[in-house]
């Protein structure tokens, strides 16, 4: 795939790159090897100076940012600076929070004094995906270059000048240049940098396949990986639910980004008796949300980052309705080969049709129907995916339990579901394993070493 800017809503390509060759790239993963022997050496205040500078320039450029996003991958900008806005917090958020997070941990054991210490692996390589183009990256280099790691960028190939400027604002804020480098690369020397030994951790968000083969590779060459990938997120409302606020919060959910996030809801399992009422207010919901140019602050929502993306997505809705899913609200492409997806409800999903069996990453809502609570959770963990999901009650320790035997995660009950620095993000089943974000994220990039530390011994008296 060539490296360009493609600006999904004209169809026109802004910019493109040359790939790095790999002697360049080898050139800068050899001056980052330097680095991780250097940076860990720093202060945290040292760190957490630069990451707070970098907060700074995040919010001074929001608007720049949210250009760019609008022009590479269809991110209408307010939606855009939102992005750059949630960014500056988790700089933040890790600039106040790293070395607390870090500190050695006293463990009681037989020893004068024994901890666990928590120090940094060195390069870690990021694969990332366009559809959160500056937040996936923010939310791995944060707590990683707080740690004391050194980060390598591969972005996605249709988002190169977000990648850069993201760089650019690193290095703004006084970080070393060679500790943060975005790599112009195609897919094709992932698997070489992944097989080099000076490369120690890989962190993945993306596709189910593209995570597979990275762990793979990963895995032949023993080394620690991280995978975000994709999800086919529940989104459960009881009988007793605010049916109301359940369905605008649905439509709300199920547009983030023109529905290309992996923790939008996407199958919405509704009990019987309020099923037809959710419908109804959904598609009234999202018949209201505006489309058009990602750079017109009144735009809702943009057009999919890629023509052959809503391609793709028109062929999982028209599979699934031959395979009897109902169409209630139409919507869809207006031809084949335009990036503009208007949005769809599907009901009477069942097992055997894309709809039930894939993740479907664009605006189409599926509708399923619970008998009861407790087929609302099996409907919910019949799925490969396990990444986020909702549930609405007016119960909320009903929906607490519920929370607890839905395999996913993370569970938000009566609200939203979101990522936030605060919170682990990640999931279970294919969509991936470790963890994103709060304290377990930045423990995942660093050696959790035990230190055994014993008794002093007395002196061997003198002997003649």
């Not at 928590?118 to 559809?131: D, H, T």
């Not at 707080?146 to 000048?161: C, D, E, F, I, R």
């Not at 008998?371 to 007016?394: E, H, I, P, Q, Y």
């Not at 936030?420 to 991936?432: A, I, Q, R």
């Amino acid at each position: 795939m060539p490296i360009e800017s493609y600006n999904p809503h004209t169809g026109r390509v802004l910019r493109r790159f040359k790939a790095f060759s790999w002697a360049k790239t080898e050139q800068i993963l050899g001056h980052a090897h330097r680095a991780a022997a250097t940076w860990p050496a720093t202060t945290f205040a040292h760190r957490a100076g630069i990451m707070r500078r970098a907060a700074t320039l995040l919010r001074e450029r929001q608007d720049e940012l949210a250009r760019l996003m609008a022009l590479e991958m269809g991110k209408p900008v307010t939606d855009g600076r939102a992005e750059v806005l949630k960014c500056a917090a988790c700089c933040e958020y890790y600039a106040e929070s790293a070395e607390g997070f870090l500190t050695d941990e006293v463990v009681k054991t037989d020893a004068s004094r024994s901890f666990i210490s928590y120090q940094p692996l060195g390069v870690v390589l990021a694969v990332m995906p366009w559809n959160f183009p500056l937040w996936q990256v923010v939310r791995f280099a944060a707590p990683a270059l707080m740690a004391g790691n050194v980060g390598l960028l591969k972005h996605a190939s249709n988002v190169p000048q977000c990648a850069l400027a993201l760089e650019k604002i690193f290095h703004d804020a006084g970080l070393p240049a060679a500790c943060f480098r975005t790599l112009l690369i195609g897919s094709d020397l992932v698997e070489k940098l992944l097989t080099d030994d000076r490369v120690r951790a890989v962190t993945l968000t993306g596709s189910e396949g593209a995570g597979a083969s990275v762990a793979a590779i990963a895995g032949a060459q023993i080394k620690k990986t991280v995978l975000e990938l994709g999800g086919s997120d529940a989104f459960i409302v009881l009988a007793d639910a605010d049916v109301a606020l359940a369905a605008k919060t649905a439509a709300q959910s199920r547009m983030i980004n023109s529905g290309q996030s992996c923790i939008a809801a996407k199958r919405f399992i509704v009990e019987k008796p309020v099923i037809k009422e959710f419908i109804s207010q959904l598609k009234t919901h999202l018949l209201a949300m505006r489309p058009g140019d990602p750079l017109e602050e009144s735009t809702q929502y943009g057009p999919m980052a890629r023509p052959d993306l809503a391609d793709e997505l028109t062929q999982q809705v028209e599979d699934s309705v031959a395979a009897g899913a109902k169409v209630e609200l139409f919507g869809g492409q207006a031809k084949p080969g335009t990036a503009l997806f208007r949005p769809v409800i599907l009901s009477n999903i069942k097992p055997g049709q894309r709809a039930y069996e894939e993740e479907l990453f664009g605006p189409v809502a599926l509708v399923l129907e619970a008998k009861s609570a407790d087929d609302a959770v099996r409907l919910a963990n019949d799925s490969r995916f396990g990444l986020g999901a909702g549930v609405w009650t007016a119960d909320p320790k009903k929906g607490e339990a519920m929370a607890r035997q839905i395999e996913s995660g993370a569970v938000f009950v009566n609200g939203l579901v979101k990522s936030m620095p605060e919170l682990p993000f990640g999931g279970v089943k294919k969509s991936g394993y470790g963890r994103e974000l709060s304290y377990l994220g930045i423990r995942e990039f660093v050696n959790q070493k035990s230190i055994w530390i014993g008794k002093e011994a007395a002196p061997t008296a003198k002997t003649e």
